[in-house]
């Protein structure tokens, strides 16, 4: 079983929701039997207006940046392999708030972000709001889970352990708390764990017919004061971290995405490609 990572680089949150909303779209479609589906003209440009209609504040002129970006990016990706695709990408600064996600979690007015340089967007995922930013590695797996043979529970459980690794290279010691997704440090939470509850890395997912969208966010170097703004994935108690300000060093991004993607591999047993 196989399963491409595009190395995405630096991309806009909406032209990256737009692309994965096609790729999830094609996914589905050939799952249903009817490949011929996602390449009728309209499918996919149907799927990224459904995305950007839920965006607050979205314009038309957004619409059309995004669709434009969609589409250069998916030919070149050429036919999905079993598996699905790996989107792995940094955005510029940027907060998402899930579908179940409460608007007093953003403790400041959306102008104010948006003076700050950043962007709002209210999108389809489980889980609250948390943000998006440089020196974050933001990983979107596209996946027919039943081609691996895993259900959500496992699939969730799987990214986790993913991360427990990665960050464990560089000598963190991560878990997870009852009840709460995601990556955490901290007292209580692994056997040798000190200080507040934390959390490194946030964890949303969406799926239908078991063909999965969003993924994780691991911070890497990200500035953390960005969550400061917001009470990060509704918790009012919970810290966040970051790799390079748990391990003291400059971290490559270019090592993390190659961890990531090797224990994915390992944990999911599906060959990762480029």
């Known amino acids: 079983m196989r399963a491409l990572v595009r190395d995405l680089g630096l991309m806009e949150y909406g032209d990256c929701w ?32 459904e995305a950007a209609g ?3 504040g979205t314009a038309g002129a957004l619409q059309k940046e995004a669709d434009t970006a969609a ?18 990408v940094e955005h510029p600064p940027v907060y998402t708030l899930g579908k179940s996600g409460h608007a007093e979690n953003l403790l400041i007015p959306r102008a104010a972000l948006e003076a700050l340089g950043a962007r709002f967007f209210h999108i389809d995922r489980g889980g609250d709001i948390t943000f998006h930013g440089p020196g974050q590695l933001v990983c979107y797996p596209i996946l027919d889970l039943e081609r691996l043979g895993i259900g959500l529970r496992d699939y969730i459980d799987a990214l986790e352990e993913a991360v427990i690794r990665t960050v464990g ?22 056997p040798r764990g000190t200080g507040r509850p934390r959390k490194i890395c946030a964890i949303g997912v969406r799926s239908s017919r078991y063909v999965t969208m969003h993924g994780l966010a691991l911070n890497v170097s990200t500035d ?3 969550f400061s703004r917001i009470n990060p994935c509704g918790f009012t108690d919970r810290g966040v971290a970051s790799i390079e300000r748990e391990c003291g060093r400059n971290v490559p991004m270019d090592e993390v ?18």
């Open 169 to 190: 290279r560089y000598g963190i010691e991560a878990g997870r708390i009852a009840g709460a997704s995601g990556v955490w440090l901290g007292t209580g939470i692994t």
């Open 257 to 274: 995405k190659t961890l990531l993607a090797n224990f994915l591999s390992e944990i999911l047993n599906v060959e990762i490609y480029k």
């Open 18 to 49: 737009a692309l994965q909303q096609r790729l999830f779209d094609e996914l589905l479609a050939r799952k249903r039997g009817a490949a011929g589906v996602a390449a009728k003209p309209g499918v996919a440009q149907k799927a990224a207006e």
């Open 224 to 226: 953390l004061d960005w």
């Open 54 to 56: 839920a965006v607050a």
């Open 71 to 88: 589409a250069a990016a998916r030919p070149a990706m050429g036919p999905l392999p079993e598996a699905g695709v790996i989107l792995m």
